[in-house]
């Protein structure tokens, strides 16, 4: 593939298709283990939802606060990033964690001031960032700008903006509704009042999180309505859930008794010294690495009770023929001889999606995967890029309006492509585990959520231990 910033030239079809500018990447020899089942124990760094909801409460906190084990990668970076453009001190703590040191946070002080400069936040293509720190910088005088990675101004990021112009604030978007735009706080000495608010949640439960996160600074508090004219849910609604426990944990009260409503009383945010869970979104494709080749992955320290989406596991993976098993905090994982197909709903947990995907691309009979509709909007249009890549490699992947039917269909060695989404990157490497002779493009970009990705793999294929096991 080759790039001239307007056109990508699919090489073997000479065909040029107009897309956004694209970077020319080095293609990654996915390993392949043919028939021979993969046996591993791994663990994964932390999770990059609850690392990042912790940065934004720590720079809120009433004092210091540390985070133990948390997730060091792209979208953290650029957490701490803007946590820091915004006033507040973020140091690294050596700690126990194999994947990085702990985190020190001092609040941003307060009060708030703007001080002299205009601020700037490169959002990356992180969807935690470019929606859970706007309503943060909304409350500190002073203008700061937004803007990311090309493909992050296509995020959907309306509701946000809306939700903030709701609320009296400023926003200078050029009437995009998208990054980027510049935020503009309240006068110096000044506060956001709050109030009720409504906001259509159904493109993405980051809307939901980014308001309630900051909800008890409003000197009013927040009640929060999602309110959809076509009728449609919140997704991923476990990440609301967990929004809702972290922000229990700190001492906000958060009533959600009535559904689709969310009320958050004003107050302080305690400070705190948590421990991250590892990334069970993340423990995913090595999963997935047992389910395709009959083999058996454990991965430990898996928490008994956990917020994360990626408790679905348990559920997902024994619909494909899988038999999973959690004793003692260990999370097993042992594979069928035969992958069958499934039809699921996940619209509880669309980021394991591609995942799931990589499985039914290899099951030996008919998928049916529903309730995704928003992967449209996450870091590339997903029900597209896993219909052209899966079908690239030979197979027979079909979008519906809400999700994706994948058919059987022997699949061939071949590129595939990530589109910098490293949720795609991490479905090639699933894939590729049983089709020899896949390569997938710029698996760099797992770096997002994981960057030890690649060698992880390795390590699994070749059977050896990771991480805290
Ligand atoms: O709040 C969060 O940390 C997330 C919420 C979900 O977003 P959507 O509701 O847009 O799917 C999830 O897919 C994303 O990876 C992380
Ligand atoms: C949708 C995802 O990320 P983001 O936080 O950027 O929305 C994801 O990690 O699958």
Known sequence: MRSNGEFVVHEESGKAT????????????????????????????????????????????????????PLHSRDSALMIAALRELGATITEIPGDSPYGPDLGIEPIPRPFTGGDGQRSVDCGLAGTVMRFVPPLAALIPGATQFDGDPHARKRPMGPVVQALRGLGITVDDGGAGALPF?????????????????????????????????????????????????????????????????????????DDSVPAQWT?????????????????????????????????????????????????WAQILPRFGATVDLQDGQF??????????????????????????????????????????????????????????????????EETADGLIIRPAALRGGEFRSYDDHRMATAGAVIGLVVDGVRVENIATTAKTLPQFPELWADMVTGSARGRG
């Open 332 to 397: 097993t994982v042992r594979g069928p001889s035969v992958v069958t197909g499934v039809d699921l709903d996940l619209s509880e947990a669309g980021e394991l999606a591609p995942t799931v995907a990589a499985i039914c691309a290899v099951a030996t009979s008919e998928c049916r995967l529903r309730g995704i509709a928003h992967l449209r909007g996450h870091e590339t249009d997903r029900l597209a890029a896993l219909t052209a890549e899966i079908n690239r490699l030979g197979g027979d992947a």
């Open 18 to 69: 107009a897309t956004e500018p694209t970077t020319v990447h080095p293609l990654w020899s996915a390993p392949f283990v043919g028939a021979d089942p993969v046996e591993s124990s791994l663990t994964v760094p932390g999770s990059k939802s609850l690392t990042n909801r912790w940065l934004v409460l720590a720079a809120l906190a009433d004092g210091p606060c540390r985070l133990r084990s």
């Open 182 to 254: 510049t935020i503009h706080g309240p006068a110096e000495g000044g506060t956001v009042t709050g109030g009720v608010l409504s906001v259509d949640a159904a493109g993405s439960s980051q809307f939901v999180t980014a308001m309630l996160l900051v909800g008890s600074q409003f000197t009013e508090g927040l009640t929060l309505r999602h309110d959809s004219p076509a009728g449609a849910a919140v997704p991923s609604m476990p990440h609301v859930e967990m929004t809702v426990d972290v922000l229990h944990q700190v001492g906000v009260r958060v």
């Open 264 to 312: 958050v009383a004003p107050g302080p945010i305690r400070a705190f010294d948590v421990r991250v869970e590892q990334d069970l979104s993340n423990a995913g494709p090595f999963l997935a690495a047992a389910v395709v080749t009959g083999g058996t992955v454990t991965v430990p320290h898996w928490p008994e009770e956990t917020t994360q989406g990626g408790a679905h």
